[in-house]
């Protein structure tokens, strides 16, 4: 409890996105600096393991409306849209589909997003 204002220092229940943050953080600031060779490569791998998953954790609402969107240009037809999907692109049936482009773009840049980080940074510095 913060005695100034009363109030807990950590959330009650803080998100696991949060607690893979402090634990990625922890990683990179204070154990992968005390390594070196293998050990501080798989180091860094599990911290950049876990950087993904936080931002997909985050972007889970993000992830599931772009494939709604990309969804949703298209009838509907059985169990399973996504097969549905692959297969008629697969087809050619969709060639020139440019709302089905763009909404596949759509989920294109999240998951890059999500995988790749600096490259949406370096995108915005250039």
């Known amino acids: 409890m913060d005695r ?3 109030r807990p220092i950590l959330p009650d229940h803080p998100s696991g996105a949060a607690l893979l943050d402090v634990a990625r953080r922890a990683l990179l600031d204070e154990v992968a ?7 501080r490569y798989v180091t860094l791998m599990v911290a950049n393991s876990i950087g993904i998953a936080m931002r997909e954790i985050e972007r889970a609402d993000e992830t599931a409306e772009s494939w709604d969107r990309a969804l949703a240009t298209l009838p509907q037809t059985g169990d399973d849209p996504l097969a549905a999907l692959v297969a008629a692109i697969r087809a050619g049936a969709h060639d020139g589909d440019a709302a089905l482009h763009a909404a596949l773009q759509g989920t294109t840049t999240v998951a890059a997003e999500i995988w790749k980080p600096a490259a949406k940074e370096a995108k915005a510095g250039a």
């Open 4 to 6: 100034l204002t009363m």
């Open 33 to 39: 600096p005390t390594l070196t060779g293998r050990q």
